[in-house]
């Protein structure tokens, strides 16, 4: 059987595990709800009878419907620097750790942004009461809060906040109340391998947030430095793509999601009904690009979702992904549409690098990995140069079959031994293991103009040169057992003069989580939609 492929046992388990997380949902809730109604009670509390009850409090929703413009200036957490000293700042972000020393002193760790900044509660004759601090200590974690108060900065490093100085508080409002008890605690889901290791060689236990409880409550994992990091890593790569493209000559386009036949081929779409007409949502905006081509646009991408609906509980499959498609007219050769690849993902690999240090030394605290190897000029192997690669090192290949995922591991493996990379091109494939549209090679048959490309011995690219002429796609098509009918307005659209063409596709999380070596697609899908997740 394929390892790709779930198992009774492997689904079984998978419903146990979500009725168990269920149940731990259910019971959280009520633990909550009578948490939050101690946590008022005490805050209301705090305020009785004091002649500074003024600087601190929950704000009244009244207070947060946009029924004024006050015109005070507020400072990012991130921005806090010695420069600020003896300046009175106004700061919002969330309360990350509250910690009180005594009834005259408590701690408050501002976040904001990835940034966070130590928040100092002192009480003073006239300026900070014990209410205050006691008020102070009873602000839930994770709860909105507005802090006004004057930087210091301490004689010795702060070694619990990003930023190297203190706030002095002087007000402190809560915007928002977060509830007491959360379904875990953010710094628990935020620990590296190396702290649970440390842990246990201490003799200690540390809280492990297993993957179905971070996704349950996906904004809570959001919310650890790495997570946040990875989507800004995300952000940048549709960033550099569209304007690398952009400035390559591309037009940016959207085509249709719901379409009345397979795009891709095979059986594996989500078929829906549409006015009483059979659709299904879209495998790729491929058999549209092409048409965008035809409409003389010459050079097309898009960004948009993308559904498959296969049975894949991988490591590295989704129902639900990004795609990141490009297509465009090729004057003599399919090698033109490899030489946009090698620019891009050089362009792209060089910009993450420089411009997302901060998010990759994130991501790397809690994920540990070691930089992507690539070269300069991309390089290219055809598919039987990499068959006799794996042939020499001892695999038995078909030669005119597809690579498997251990196969292409493998082959990684090889190529970075040989040639000092991590990031390659592989073309020529066999094609009987390429969809319908692709072009045969031009001096054997049964080969085809296509390629695929790895990062990290995985596949994240699947390209090639398509069949322009309407006669040879339509035997094409049928050949590979696609209904005719349901793809007629793409085969007609070449009827009328279509010009040499070719692109490829890459899914966003999968390249997000190659570059940064992380073991689940999962973490790099805001909101991942997998054969048994719907929600959130």
Known sequence: MDPSEPTEDSKTLSK????????????????????AAAAKAAADLSLADDPLAANYGDISITDLQSNSITGRQWTAVGSLEEGFKDRTVLIRGRAQTIRAVSKNMAFVVVRERGYTV???????????????VKYVTGISRESFVDIEGIVSVPENPIKGASQQVEVQVRKIYCVNRSLPQLPFNIEDAARSETDFEKAEQDGEQLVRVNQDTR??????????PANNAIFRVSSQVKSIFSQFLLSEGFVWIDSPK???????????????????QPACLAQSPQLHKQMAICGDFGRVFEIGPVFRAEDSFTHRHLCEFTGLDVEMEIKEHYSEVMDIVDRFFVTLFDTLNEKCKKELDAIRRQYPFEPLKYLPKTLRLTFEE????????????DPLGDLSTETERK????????????????????????PFYTMPCFDNEEYSNSFDVFIRGEEIISGAQRVHEAELLTTRARACRIDIKTISTYIDSFRYGAP???????????????????????KTSLFPRDPLRLAP
């Open 411 to 434: 082959l990684g493996q090889l190529v970075l031994e040989k040639y000092g990379t991590e990031f390659y091109i592989l073309h020529r494939y066999p094609l009987a293991v390429r």
């Open 500 to 522: 040499p063409h070719g692109g490829f596709g890459v899914g966003l999380e999968r390249v997000v989580m190659l570059f940064c070596a992380l073991n689940n697609i999962r």
């Open 118 to 132: 130590q928040c100092v509660v002192t009480a003073s004759e006239g300026v900070v009461s014990r209410q205050m």
């Open 16 to 35: 146990k595990a979500a009725k168990k997380e269920a149940a731990k949902a259910e019971k959280l809730k009520r633990q909550q709800e009578a948490a």
């Open 215 to 224: 996704l349950n409550n996906r904004v809570l994992d959001m919310r650890t």
């Open 258 to 276: 719901l379409i009345a036949g397979s795009s891709e081929g095979g059986s594996a779409v989500f078929k829906l009904d549409y006015k009483g």
């Open 386 to 397: 990499g068959v006799q690669m794996l042939k020499e090192s001892g695999v038995d290949v």
